[in-house]
């Protein structure tokens, strides 16, 4: 056996789903997108795992050969309703790289051991365009939506790339959008406007973006970049408090799995139990250990960011019973989540949110929380 197909036999028995393999050559075609829209994307751009960086792989280590994509499929077990509508599937589905002691980051590094015990040098901070690269590896098509889509499973899969110093066998590229040529379903349900035509996101206006580069740059006084999330983008969040799936439910090509009956995830089964946004909103360091963290250990850190996106799904209910909630949230020692707080009793709107408004504001000596409260009051 070659070395591509042992590669290929030992991704398969890890739960893999497909494995493809294409050459370490760039990606000029994302690099040109990238810098074409580098307004939406600074955010990225200029982290230190720069996508730049990966989109030239041997810049990065000259000696890369090829890169070995895999993918896997996010959506082999049911997700718990009540975290449905909440939490995105494949962040329900741990998809993160690290760390390598939980589910999807142990993958990963068996992968990557394999490699390197097969003589392969790996190098470990690369990251490539994945969706791109999982193309021209063979293993997925494009969505107009942006997602890949693998065959026989849909949009939600992880898709992981291994760059490394041996030639192998390369697969047949895929590079192709397999919607029916008039659907625009995506486009027309996404909320906010940021898939704008076929393929194009600005992410400065997608929820889940929202939901935690905000974070990125720290806090920020109202109106300002950073952690503040624009109000025209709060309304249309839904209860999504950690991504968002619209552009992804109602694709035609993922509702056969959307629609199958499948087993249970146990683990989050368990976690969605006692899952509920007022928890979330008023969070305690128990709730915080035992619910939140077990299911979202990356992406968003702090406390006060999933309080405040917590605040925001509330408010988007509109309803009534949750105003001791938010009345309590007011009295948080975060002024971010005092404010957002404020921006949810504001839009669940009436005159009992309106005196608490008014009581919080005598109060208030946090200039964002301030602002927050007088604007749910409409005082400019
Ligand atoms: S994830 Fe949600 S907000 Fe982002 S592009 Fe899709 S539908 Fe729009
Ligand atoms: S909703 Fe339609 S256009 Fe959008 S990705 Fe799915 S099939 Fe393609």
Not at 125 to 151: H, M, Q, S, W
Not at 309 to 332: E, V
Request: charged fraction near 25%.
């Amino acid at each position: 056996m070659s070395l591509t197909e042992d590669i290929k036999d030992f991704a398969l028995d890890l739960g893999y789903s497909r494995v493809g393999i294409t050459t370490a050559d760039p990606f000029p075609g994302y690099i040109s997108e990238l810098r074409a829209r580098q307004d939406m994307y600074a955010f990225y751009i200029n982290r230190p795992t720069s996508p730049l960086k990966g989109a030239e792989p041997r810049n990065v280590m000259p000696s890369a050969k090829s890169i070995v994509m895999v993918v896997y499929d996010a959506f082999k077990e049911s997700f718990p309703e009540k975290l449905v509508g909440k939490i995105g599937r494949i962040y329900q589905a741990r998809c993160y790289l690290s760390p390598s002691h939980r589910i999807n980051g142990a993958r990963y590094r068996l992968m990557r051991d394999f490699l390197e015990n097969n003589g392969c040098h790996v190098d470990h901070k690369i990251r490539v365009p994945e969706r791109l690269a999982a193309c021209r590896a063979g293993t997925v098509t494009y969505g107009k939506n942006g997602f890949a889509f693998a065959d026989g499973i849909g949009s939600f899969i992880i898709i992981s790339g291994f760059v490394i110093d041996r030639e192998l066998e390369y697969d047949a590229p895929t590079y192709e959008v397999k919607c029916p040529p008039k659907c625009t379903l995506c486009i027309d349900a996404c909320p906010t406007g940021s898939l704008y035509e076929p393929m194009k996101i600005d992410p400065r206006r997608c929820i889940g973006f929202n939901h935690w580069t905000t974070q990125e740059k720290g806090d920020s006084p109202v109106g300002k970049e950073g952690s503040y999330i624009l109000p025209e983008i709060r309304e249309k969040m839904g209860t999504w408090i950690h991504g968002c799936d619209i552009c992804q439910e109602v694709c035609p090509r993922n509702q056969e799995r959307l629609k199958a009956q499948l087993p249970q995830n146990e683990f989050l089964a368990r976690v969605a139990e006692d899952f509920e946004l007022t928890k979330l909103l008023n969070l305690t360091d128990e709730f915080f250990t035992k619910r939140v963290r077990p299911l979202m250990y990356n992406y968003i850190h702090k406390k006060k960011y999933f309080q405040r996106n917590a605040a925001i799904a509330i408010g988007n209910t509109g309803d009534p019973s949750f105003i001791p909630d938010l009345t309590k949230a007011m009295q948080d020692t975060e002024g971010m989540v005092r404010g957002y707080a404020a921006w949810g009793l504001g839009r669940i709107g009436g005159s009992r949110t309106r005196k608490i408004l008014e009581s919080s504001l005598s109060g208030e000596t946090d200039e964002f929380a301030k602002a927050e409260i007088q604007a749910a009051l409409g005082i400019n």
